[in-house]
């Protein structure tokens, strides 16, 4: 895998920090709840990410890792609680502005890629620059997005569209797209889910010089065992909140394991009268 590049002068500026007593904290999220229908998924989740941290989060099928996930990059705007990213509180922002707050100071790598299947590679990871407020010039973004492809070794299937490639290669498609604007932070599902373990290892490799060499903040919803060697805290989702856990949750598998009938109903509201 090519070494990093150092950030250009090209990269967007960090937000600006509405709190600065917050500034020190990429993430603070406080008593978040989210519901569907009946269903209390997120029951009082809170958590908070310095600057600088590379943190796991783990839980079983179903605990809700992607809602939490989709709640803190500011996709899901339907929850209750308080959410602070960049020292910003998302309620209080435009749609407009969290778009772009998104667009270019967040990666997301989703759990199921949303890539486009009508467009290359290459086009997937110039997607982020179509929608951006300030977008980098033609040639500059195709640059930018060799090298992100090259970051994850698919410089040679630049032109392949998403249904010619495997679900490794979708996988690491999405992740150079997260990177195309050089975020300050990266939201991962599951990012080395559907690669083999070389590949894999690969991948953490470079989680692990983003985060040393650029000072990226990643927030990885994993249950793979070597993200404990790179991780510096592992989270759980328990009951609906968010506990501390340990490299023992990646070493044992729970991504597979369903929750228990009986860890259910705690989360169930009850029938309206
Ligand atoms: N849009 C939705 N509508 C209804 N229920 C949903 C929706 N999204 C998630 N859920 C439910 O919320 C719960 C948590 O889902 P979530 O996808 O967050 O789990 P997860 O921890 O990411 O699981 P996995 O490890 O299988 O990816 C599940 O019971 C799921 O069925
Ligand atoms: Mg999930």
Redesign the pocket.
Known sequence: MPEPSSSSAESPSPPSVADPAAAAFVIVASDVRRS??R?A?LCGASLQVKQGELLALV??????????LSVLGGLDRDYQGQVTLFGKDLAALSDAALSQLRNEHIGFVF?SFHLLDHLSALENVLLPNAFAASPLAHAAAHERAREALARVDLADRATARPPELSGGQKQRVALARALFFRPQLLLC??PTGNLDVTTGQRIIELFATLNQREGLTLLL?THEPRVAAVARRVLR?DAGQVVSGSATDLVTDQ?TELAPDSARPAHRQEDPP
């Open positions: 569907f229908g269903d998924v839980g079983r099928s179903g605990s809700g890792k992607s809602t939490l759990q599902d599951e919803v989702i991504s």
